[in-house]
């Protein structure tokens, strides 16, 4: 059985939206947002605020815009 993920008690979320273009990146870069969900400029995600989501935020913080969103 899978481990099962449990549900961010305070609720917090980031939205994330990416402001550069990826075109000369590394392929890390690409490939970590993709695993963030955006892809183009223009494109945001809401995601949960975690540890595992702020350390994608922090290899890429000359691509993309984080707001802080409470729920």
Do not use: C, F, Y
């Amino acid at each position: 059985m899978g481990a099962r993920v449990k549900a961010d008690p305070t609720g917090d979320r980031l939205e994330v939206s990416q402001v550069r273009s990826s075109i000369g990146t590394k392929p890390n870069h690409r490939a970590t947002l993709k695993a963030l969900g955006l892809g183009r400029i223009g494109k945001s995600n809401n995601l949960p605020d975690r540890p595992e989501i702020r350390g994608m935020i922090a290899k890429v913080p000359h691509l993309v815009k984080v707001v802080e969103v409470a729920e």
